[in-house]
């Protein structure tokens, strides 16, 4: 069993930044697929971007340019640097990880955290 917990979201003005982090423990997610998703209320689960095992990312077209996922493996954390944030950007950040395979959908992962807030001011 794998526990991912999320911190590093909180209140931040639009142009600001927020580092997120998720900490996983449990297994190691060295050779795991990560990810992140959000949602915003009201609005269905959105998502953010990924990395795989080997390196491999993809961002959302929303996010592309501003946002980076990472991960260290070392500390068994992923982590997503949100720039530029904007009103629209305020959701609950989900970390999500995929012990292995080809998703069969794009939130078809394994384990989740329970969220950290973001909240993005105008």
């Known amino acids: 069993q794998v526990q991912l917990v999320e911190s590093g979201g909180g209140l931040v003005q639009a142009g600001g930044s927020l580092r997120l982090s998720c900490a996983a423990s449990?297994?190691?997610?060295?050779?795991?697929?990560m990810a992140w998703f959000r949602q915003a209320p009201g609005k269905e689960r959105e998502f953010v971007a990924t990395?795989?095992?080997?390196?491999?990312?993809y961002y959302a077209d929303s996010v592309k340019g501003r946002f980076t996922i990472s991960r260290d493996n070392a500390k068994n954390t992923v982590y997503l640097q949100t720039n530029s944030l904007k009103p629209e950007g305020t959701a609950v950040y989900y970390c999500a990880a995929r012990v292995a395979g080809w998703p069969s959908r794009i939130d078809d992962y394994d384990y989740w955290g329970q969220g950290t807030q973001v909240t993005v001011s105008p």
């Open positions: 449990g297994r190691t997610i060295r050779n795991y697929a």
């Open positions: 990395i795989g095992w080997n390196g491999i990312i």
